[in-house]
């Protein structure tokens, strides 16, 4: 592979993760607007842990994902029980308040004689680890894929237990799911926990390949693409989210033939989906078509 | 003191074009139930609409008012139609979905025909600074306070004394009880749509020409503006939205003041916050949505 | 088995229910008649925790229900088949089936049996075992929901209006399923306005109006035709 089919290929992967965790927010019948808070939070942690606290890149992984999913619950708890729109609103909120916070958070510590850590808006620079661990960026991509793999293998693993079903039936109808027995705030603020954890690792992965982070990276747009990519590729499997960032950012944005239209044409293209498919291609229905005629 | 009361009249001023989006915003939301993500964009389109119309024929205030108000409710209409009248009627996630692919359209659109970073627009720098003792007031603020003032009163005018307010009023407390009753739904709904972005895009105007420059940033801004202005209004009234806007204002321009541009900043979205948690009915909220999220609130 | 004393709920400012006493008994039909607006589901929503009672207590057994939460009160076995919110739409019928027993922590097993024991009860739902909820019929769609309420082992069913918007031979048989599963001896609450057929089978019955019980008994003890008029436009005239 050349390079520029590994940076694509990366990018989709990182951004996947940014969309699973906004999908996961949407089954339990919930808008966040304010993932690119955890992917931030999640580049920030592993950041510091590897480049200040010198700990190794598995640790520091770990504990961005760790502190996003923390987060993500700690957040939860008390919006969680607003109505759709003002949680919408209170994560949009939340997300911009901690790009605003990040822009005058500094944390620096002396590393080989060079000043290293978060800068306020100047950014974080010279998060290393893998720079210098020699890990060229085809290694890397493996990585970051792998990661992912393992995101959608625990998400499968909840679809064939009862896990992903309590998030669906919490978000079609929380009356209806409370009367079966179910707790909808725990189970939403689970959910959210979870989605805090996916994007804080989608985050941690993407400071290690870029070295330098600044808070004017996780801006609203990212996070609105964030939720727009499940939409457009479908609420009804993990795979949804994945096929949006694959047609926004594969097709349109890497294949040049729109060079220069892509917004124009991807936004058309979603308008005309959105009128023939409500719920994204990879909608319930859909989903239970092809895994019917999987089984065949 | 002196600076709390020029920073509370600033307030107030920009505050007043903030109520005008979230007016925008409201009258959409009561009728539709379903949140316009295009709604700066469309705006975006007028303001561009009017900067284009100044660059090229230098033209009055007067005729690039109309353009900017007329680009503003074509940009409108086109999302009202792609993303609201064609998308299922309990498909509310895939217009808001539609909307923003939409608003990503008009604003990728924009930056194309557009490619500067900034483009000039008139302000009205012929009207004096006016002093009132050792306050200044720019003559544009007044203007945004009055045309703020006045198209509340005249919209409250019109959903509460003609048929066409009826109308909408209806659609906007059940969609089938206004079918029923023989309201034209597509047509009201599609008109208020036409009448948000006509008030959007005079926010629009003013906020452009008190700036005298514009640039495609402008877009996210305006929509984030009245979206958060919209919901600490509590959602659904005029007066409302009107409040929430001078609030919003309010705190931004003593923020901006006292802590600048990045305390501001903080301070705003955590005030947010704090706010959606305690007062999740909004400021001005309706008795009648707290019963109906009572049940929700408690699972 | 659920003692209701003096329920009091409100949606902000409107009262409700004004202060709601009654007894489900045990191993019987208690039927709940009323006019449209008489606070019939709001009781059952009070009931079953999704709505909280600003005073009054409920009491099962020893235990203390008024104040827990929705969850909490299925697991004590008070089960729901709501109206109009019957059923998933996008999920299929047996996953619709599995979600009736998520409040089952205790004793997980079983599950698998209790499925094909409901679905051995109605055959037309095995039939449609794998189609979308969302494409039953209306009266599928609400032997679905008592499938699925079966599927928790309730100690009390709490069915609001089985018979709301399905044609009338479709709501004999959905009686007709009651009437098995009171033969059966379960605890059974069924609110409805068709007063009509609630009273074939009721074994106790109350009437609600206005938010207030203002009479009770037993079918055989009065005048048919006076109850229905009182249930259908909620006359207030004392009997």
Redesign the interface.
């Known amino acids: 592979m050349d390079g520029f089919t590994i940076s694509v290929l990366t990018n989709i992967a990182l951004f996947s993760f940014l969309a699973i965790s906004a999908w996961i927010l949407?089954i339990a019948g919930e808008?966040s607007f304010g993932q690119q808070a955890y992917f931030a939070i999640g580049a920030y942690a592993a950041g510091i842990a590897t480049a200040v606290w010198q700990w190794p890149f598995v640790a520091g992984i770990a504990f961005g994902t760790g502190f996003g999913a923390a987060v993500g619950a700690l957040v939860a708890w008390?919006?969680i029980?607003?109505?759709g729109?003002?949680f919408?609103?209170?994560t949009?909120?939340?997300a911009?308040?901690v790009?605003?916070?990040l822009?005058?958070f500094s944390y620096q510590r002396d590393i080989d004689g060079y000043a290293t850590g978060p800068d306020g808006?100047n950014g974080f620079r010279d998060i290393r680890w893998v720079y210098e661990a020699g890990i060229e960026p085809g290694a890397y991509l493996v990585i970051v894929a792998g990661c992912l793999a393992a995101v959608i293998a625990l998400v499968a693993l909840m679809a064939r237990g009862?896990g992903m079903?309590?998030l669906?039936?919490v978000g079609?109808?929380?009356?209806?799911?409370?009367?079966?027995?179910?707790?909808?705030?725990r189970t939403k603020i689970a959910a959210a926990g979870l989605a805090g954890g996916v994007a804080g690792m989608g985050g941690a992965l993407y400071a290690h390949l870029a070295t330098y982070i600044e808070p004017a990276q996780f801006s609203?747009?990212t996070g609105?693409h964030a939720?727009?990519y499940g939409?457009?590729g479908g609420l009804g499997t993990v795979l949804g989210p994945i096929l949006g960032v694959l047609i926004d950012i594969g097709l349109l944005e890497s294949l040049r033939v729109f060079s220069?239209?892509?917004?124009?044409v991807?936004?058309?293209?979603?308008?005309?989906v959105?009128?023939l498919r409500?719920?994204g291609l990879l909608d319930?229905?859909n989903v239970?078509r092809i895994s019917?005629w999987l089984r065949r | 003191m002196i600076d709390v009361v020029q920073n509370t009249l600033d307030g107030l001023a920009i505050g007043s074009a903030y109520g005008l989006l979230a007016l925008g915003f409201t009258l959409i939301f009561g009728v539709m139930r379903r949140l316009n993500m295009a709604f700066g964009s469309s705006i975006l389109v007028g303001i561009f609409a009017g900067a284009w119309l100044h660059g090229q024929w230098a033209a009055g205030m007067i005729p690039i008012f109309a353009a900017t108000l007329a680009g503003a409710v074509l940009a409108a209409a086109y999302v009202e139609r792609l993303s609201f009248a064609w998308i299922r009627g309990d498909a509310a996630l895939a217009s808001m979905a539609s909307s923003f692919a939409l608003w990503m359209q008009l604003e990728d659109g924009i930056a194309r025909a557009f490619p500067q970073r900034s483009y000039a627009f008139p302000s009205f720098d012929i009207l004096p600074l006016l002093e009132l003792g050792p306050l200044l007031l720019r003559p544009e603020f007044i203007a945004m306070f009055l045309t703020a003032a006045v198209l509340v009163v005249a919209l409250h005018l019109m959903l509460t004394r003609t048929v066409f307010g009826l109308q909408v009023r209806t659609l906007s407390e059940s969609r089938e009880a206004a079918r029923v009753s023989g309201v034209n739904v597509g047509r009201v709904a599609f008109l208020t749509f036409c009448i948000a972005a006509a008030i959007g895009g005079v926010a629009g105007f003013l906020i452009a020409a008190t700036d005298g420059q514009i640039s495609t940033k402008l877009g996210l801004w305006i929509t984030m503006k009245g979206l958060i202005a919209m919901v600490i209004s509590g959602l659904g009234s005029l007066r409302g939205a009107l409040i929430g806007g001078l609030v919003l204002g309010l705190v931004e321009a003593q923020a901006q003041w006292y802590l600048g541009a990045s305390g501001r900043e903080i301070t705003v979205f955590a005030l947010l916050f704090v706010a959606l948690i305690l007062l999740p009915q909004g400021l001005a909220g309706r008795a009648d949505a707290a019963a109906r999220n009572e049940a929700l609130r408690r699972l | 088995m659920l003692e209701i004393r003096d329920i009091k709920t409100s949606y902000g400012k409107i009262a409700a229910l004004k202060g709601v006493s009654l007894d489900i008994r045990d191993g019987g039909l208690t039927c709940l008649l009323g006019p449209n607006g008489a606070g019939k589901t709001t009781l059952i929503w009070t009931i079953a925790g999704i709505l909280k009672a600003q005073s009054g207590s409920i009491k099962m057994g020893g235990d203390e229900l008024a104040g827990l939460k929705a969850h909490q009160i299925v697991e004590k076995g008070v089960v729901t088949v709501p109206e109009n919110r019957l059923v998933f739409p996008e999920m299929t019928v047996t996953d619709n089936l599995i979600a009736g027993a998520f409040s089952r922590r205790k004793e997980k097993g079983g599950v698998s049996e209790d499925l094909e024991a409901v679905l051995e009860r109605f055959p037309r739902l095995r039939e449609r075992a794998t189609q979308e909820a969302g494409t039953l019929s209306g009266g599928e769609q609400q032997m679905l929901a008592v499938g699925r309420a079966l599927m928790a082992r309730p100690k009390i069913l709490l069915m609001d209006e089985p018979s709301t918007g399905l044609a009338p031979i479709i709501v004999e048989e959905i009686f007709e399923i009651i009437g098995q599963l009171r033969d059966e001896g379960r605890t059974i609450f069924l609110v409805e306005q068709n007063a009509n057929l609630a009273l074939d089978y009721a074994d106790h019955f109350y009437l609600l109006e206005q938010g207030q019980v203002t009479f009770g008994g037993d079918p055989g003890e009065v005048d048919h035709d006076e109850l229905i008029a009182r249930a259908y436009l909620g006359a207030r005239k004392a009997s």
């Open positions: 949407l808008i008390p919006t029980r607003l109505s729109l003002h919408a609103i209170a949009l909120a939340f911009e308040l790009r605003a916070s822009n005058v808006a009862r079903a309590r669906r039936i079609e109808d929380p009356i209806l799911a409370a009367m079966q027995g179910l707790s909808v705030a609203v747009m609105v939720l727009a939409l457009i220069g239209y892509r917004m124009i991807f936004g058309g293209l979603v308008a005309l959105l009128i409500p719920r319930e229905r239970h019917a």
